[in-house]
């Protein structure tokens, strides 16, 4: 639980100071250059694993059948 609470600690250090969107673009961007595109999966145990693309109407987005 102590790990889990470190992070935790991390991340609202680094949102006061106004770092996590710079934080993350470069993460992207790494990834980007490695040939990796960050939203085409699902991390899962720190291992890409492919993810189904979402098939929904816009309706059905916002909670609607659609029909």
């Excluded at 100071?17 to 790494?30: H, K, N, P, S």
């Excluded at 993810?51 to 909670?63: D, H, L, M």
Aim: glycine fraction near 8%.
């Amino acid at each position: 639980m102590r790990d889990a609470k470190t992070v935790w600690l991390f991340r609202g250090r680094l949102a006061r100071a106004v770092a996590i969107q710079e934080l993350f673009e470069r993460f992207d961007a790494t990834l980007r250059n490695a040939g990796t595109l960050p939203m085409s999966g699902q991390i899962l145990d720190a291992t890409f694993v492919a993810a189904p693309k979402q098939r929904n109407t816009n309706g059905e987005k916002a909670g609607k059948t659609g029909r």
